[in-house]
């Protein structure tokens, strides 16, 4: 167990839906990553949050957004779903920005 | 472009039969590269942080090395406990702390 835990584990909904994924991040640890996992692409980077402010971003789609809330806790917000959306999306957080360590995972799937 | 290239995709050994699995990486200034472990719909667990050329860290029956453009994961008498992918990463000099993954090794130990 890493310490980090995601809510929902499995997602079921339709195009053009909108979800929120939820991630809570170890104790302690300011920085909260988020990943999405498809079986063609493997794991992407999307964003970073630390301490509540956006530090990094990848290549995540406009249709998505995320935050990070005073607790620390952090949301991830897909918007105008696509079947091409269908994925796992993984929450890493860190301490100290070098070893990043994972929930368990949302899997969305949209039908 | 920095890359991070896996090999093989998928290895079968029997109980016992010890191996080494490849990352090599182009990249332009590396922070850190980094081992993980993931099973079926889980997420990553991680395994190892390694920073400079000649370093070696060791877990259990795991082995990771690495030299100034790539790094074995050698594993030593494996168990079918072992079966799981293997997931390098690295962590860039420059810019933010995302995470570049290489597409896995998919490993399976035969007992």
């Known amino acids: 167990d890493s310490g980090v835990t995601q809510t929902p584990k499995h997602l079921i909904t339709a195009t053009g839906q909108r979800v929120t994924l939820r991630c809570s991040p170890r104790?302690?640890?300011?920085?909260v990553y988020w990943y999405q996992q498809s079986l063609d692409q493997g794991l992407q980077f999307l964003i970073q949050?630390?301490?509540?402010?956006?530090?990094a971003k990848g290549n995540i789609l406009e249709r998505f957004s995320a935050q990070q809330f005073p607790d620390l806790h952090s949301e991830l917000n897909l918007s105008s779903l696509e079947l091409g959306d269908s994925a796992l999306y993984f929450c890493?957080?860190?301490?100290?920005?070098?070893?990043?360590?994972f929930g368990p995972g949302t899997r969305l799937t949209v039908t | 472009e920095d890359q991070v290239t896996q090999s093989p995709e998928a290895l079968r050994l029997q109980e016992g039969e010890s191996s080494s699995l490849n990352c090599s990486y182009t990249?332009?200034?590396?922070?850190?590269l980094f081992w993980y472990r993931q099973d079926p719909g889980k997420g990553p667990e991680f395994l190892f942080t390694?920073?400079?050329a000649g370093e070696e860290k060791e877990k259990e029956r795991l082995k990771a090395t690495l030299t100034k453009k790539e790094s074995f994961l050698h594993i030593t008498a494996p168990k079918p406990e072992d079966s799981a992918t293997y997931l390098c990463?690295?962590?860039?000099?420059?810019?933010?702390?995302?995470?570049?993954f290489g597409t896995g090794t998919r490993l399976t130990i035969i007992p």
């Open positions: 890493a957080s860190s301490a100290t920005g070098y070893e990043q360590y």
């Open positions: 104790s302690g640890d300011l920085s």
């Open positions: 949050y630390y301490n509540g402010e956006e530090r």
């Open positions: 990249v332009s200034g590396l922070r850190g």
């Open positions: 390694l920073y400079s």
């Open positions: 990463a690295v962590l860039l000099n420059f810019g933010n702390e995302k995470l570049t």
